[in-house]
């Protein structure tokens, strides 16, 4: 199938209106989504684990001051960085940890993020999640933006969620599994169902 681009983007969006009325009275309502993709690497993952339990527009100010600090982070220029100046920044404790240690991981070798190009979602994401601080989501969302899988789901995520339960008009948020079950309504594409229900959450707005 191939990383998800601007035309595996479109195609799959036809396919899905296609087959699921909800998902086509938002692409009506708003257009196809924007691709959101992320360069793969040490950067993204940094903003994923900062965008972890708050908001994006916060997440985004912190991202935004590191590299005014640092340029677009690298592991030897975050190792730089005293805990005072991170949390000044916006990096809470446990954030510097894990990003401290993802630093480590990579000037080490013991982490590569160009291994995970050639790896199934599966293998990535067991990769991902061995490293401390980076959970399910994290593995998800870096699945899904930076190597553009075109098949994830990432549970747990609120913003989907929420915006999973007023496409389907439910009366209430699902479970977990009620979450996952729909999601396999919408295989081989349930990235790009994601991204179609995050621009209804954004009511549009890339």
Known sequence: MGLLDEKTLRSAVKSLTERDSDLAAVVARHGAPPLWARPPGFSTLTRIILEQQVSLS?????????????GEPVPEAFLTLSDVELKRIGFSRQKIHYVRLLSERVLDGSFRFDELKGLGDDEARLRLTDLKGVGRWSADIYLLMALRRPDVWPRGDLALTSAVTRIKKLARIPSPEEFDEIGELWRPWRSVAARIAWFEYLDGVP
């Open 58 to 70: 916060s997440a985004r100010a912190a991202y935004d001051r590191l590299t005014e600090r640092i």
